[in-house]
């Protein structure tokens, strides 16, 4: 097992080391530079900018020097806000995503779960095609659609939540639906698979002929293999919890990680941008490490792989 | 799968014919084909139909609601919604059927070279895969739109490219069980070189997961370009996408509602059927998997 998590971390390093060098060099080899908008510059002055901020180097250079600065924690500055490093936007923005995607995360695993218990127990019924059509309905409705219906009636029509903002537990209701609901969507399909098929096996015939509960068939015996499905997926569903709400941050104006990505591809800020990439990019290999270890520990043929 | 999966010669229960059976009994799935069909023929005719251009300003009517004249009501420079509604359809469903097909070429191709290549050659392109799927994709795809301007071929690219990689898993795992035949060791044997085998002789045999897959790429891509035209990445103004048309709609949502819910009822009802129709497909193409 320690093996296992030693070599999976071995190999995240080569990926890391691609994210860097494909964002830098997309970035830097890209028309237009930071400092394009500030039309009244005169050439001394963006000269003066350039060689601040080492753009005038050799583009080897620049990558060698970066890296090396990388690997220290040190993103630099952020070229278009002054004032502040890149490692420390991201530590004022990057907790109020990671905050977000836990909530949406909740909200997905509770209504999931419960939604696929639910359908699996009594399959092909009522229930079963109603909440499978409502899950199928959760997938056809992106962020970007829901989000601003949900802000049309609960907080225009109804006004009983604030349109925007980010501020009282009242603001974070909006959100953190809008992004929870596709992945909700998904948890109770994969998580009435998993249990149909668990639920068909020999050893549940065998429980049910001890004259067990069904509510302890389900709960003791069943749920430890039809929750692999969900496990497998929560490792990059997380990930895109965590770092793909650019989307939702922007229809609420939520001040996180992935507002602040956009905006700063959108100003050609290089440092932010790669260093944004960089921190979606650890987390997403974290999180699919884990969610591997997890499926590991749950199921012993996998560890014998 | 001995025959590809429209092979109409057979006669009896040929696959093509049994999951065309299968299909026909999923309600759910029918209801998909029904509305696609007429959504894009809608999307397809509609255009040369209406009266009014998608782009015509009239600042001087402005934003009107639904009414006889313009069916869907205007936005406020004065544009007939429907008619922009019928054109944003069809760049919306052009990029999920364009951007499925670059998926597709590269996916196929990759994955089936990879397969029948094996050895080290496989470990080596496999590896690659995993690599890619790695990455936080939307985050380059955003890079690459912000950095490399939005003209609508690179649309294409940009998410043809993210999305080829399961299809290579999938063609490669296929190409895998296929390539030791005797079909195959046969047009060896025959001396036809690697190229014609994988194109005429492999890749038939893997169309039916990979037609499944195609059906159920086709959403997720038009979700893509609506995600990124909603950001302003994507489709530009004048032109018209339902996702773009969805982010104008939320920019004067209070005033005039039915801005955003046109757009977004027929945007999601697309993808729902699109959805529909390819779980559909899978259960009535792989019946190991189906419920019946």
């Keep these: 097992m320690i093996g296992f998590v030693l070599r999976r971390t071995l190999e995240a390093i080569p990926v890391l080391l691609v994210v860097f060098t494909v964002a830098f060099f997309l970035v830097r080899l890209a028309p237009g530079g930071p400092f394009d908008s500030e039309k009244r510059a005169s050439p001394q002055v963006l000269q003066q900018l350039e060689s601040q901020y080492r753009l005038n180097e050799p583009l080897y250079s620049q990558y060698l020097d970066y890296l090396g600065g990388v690997l220290h924690g040190d993103f630099g500055p952020s070229f278009r806000k002054p004032g502040r490093t890149v490692s420390e936007w991201i530590a004022l923005r990057f907790p109020v995503s990671l905050e977000l995607g836990t909530y949406a995360l909740l909200v997905a695993l509770a209504v999931g779960m419960g939604a696929g218990l639910l359908a699996a127990l009594r399959p092909n019924s009522a229930l079963d095609h109603g909440t499978m059509s409502v899950a199928m309905l959760g997938i056809c409705l992106p962020g970007f659609v829901l989000g601003p219906l949900l802000v049309l009636v609960f907080a225009l029509w109804l006004g009983w939540l604030p349109v925007m903002g980010w501020s009282t537990p009242m603001h974070k209701i909006l959100p953190s639906i809008t992004l929870g609901a596709a992945y909700a969507a998904y948890i109770a399909r994969l998580a009435r698979g998993g249990m149909l098929e668990v639920l068909a096996q020999d050893f549940i015939r065998t429980a049910r002929a001890k004259g067990l509960s069904e509510t302890r068939i389900v709960l003791r015996h069943a749920l430890r293999g039809g929750v692999q499905p969900v496990v497998a997926f929560l490792g990059p569903a997380a990930a895109g919890l965590f770092t793909g709400s650019f989307v939702v941050e922007t229809i609420f104006q939520v001040p996180g990680l992935g507002r602040e990505f956009v905006e700063s591809a959108f100003n050609r800020d290089y440092t932010m941008v790669i260093g944004s990439v960089l921190v979606y990019a650890v987390l997403v290999v974290a999180l699919n490490l884990v969610a591997d270890i997890a499926l590991a520990l749950l199921d012993p043929r996998v560890r014998a792989q | ?292």
């Design chain 2, 1 to 292: 799968m001995e025959k590809p999966a429209d092979s109409n010669t057979e006669q009896g229960a040929s696959l093509g014919r049994d999951a065309w059976r299968r299909l026909k009994r999923n309600r759910l799935a029918m209801a998909g084909l029904v509305v696609l069909v007429v959504v894009s023929g809608t999307v397809v005719v509609g255009p040369w139909m209406v009266s009014h251009s998608y782009e015509t300003q009239d600042t001087a009517l402005g934003a009107t609601a639904p009414n006889w004249n313009n069916w869907l009501g205007t936005d406020p420079l004065g544009r007939d919604l429907f008619s922009r509604m019928l054109y944003g359809g069809r760049v919306s469903l052009l990029v999920g059927l364009a951007a499925t097909a670059v998926s597709l070429l590269i996916g196929v191709l990759y994955g089936a070279t990879s397969g029948y290549l094996g050895g080290r050659a496989d470990a080596v392109m496999m590896r690659l895969v995993d690599i890619l799927y790695a990455l936080p994709f939307t985050v380059f795809v955003i890079i690459l739109m912000v950095f490399f301007g939005r003209n609508f071929l690179f649309l294409f690219l940009a998410i043809g490219a993210v999305e080829w990689l399961t299809m290579a898993r999938i063609v490669r795992g296929q190409v895998l069980t296929l390539r030791h035949r005797e079909f195959v060791e046969a047009a060896v044997v025959m001396g036809l070189p690697v190229w014609r085998i994988l194109l005429f002789h492999i890749i038939p045999n893997t169309l039916g997961p990979v037609i499944i897959y195609a059906t159920l790429t086709v959403p997720s891509v038009m979700l893509l370009e609506a995600f990124l035209s909603f950001l302003g990445l994507g489709v530009q103004p004048p032109m018209s996408s339902w996702g773009l048309l969805i982010k104008e709609g939320v920019d004067v949502m209070e005033e005039y509602p039915w801005l955003l819910l046109f757009p977004s009822v027929a945007f999601s009802m697309t993808l729902f059927a699109l959805n529909a129709l390819g779980d559909g497909l899978r259960d009535a193409l792989d019946p190991r998997t189906s419920r019946d």
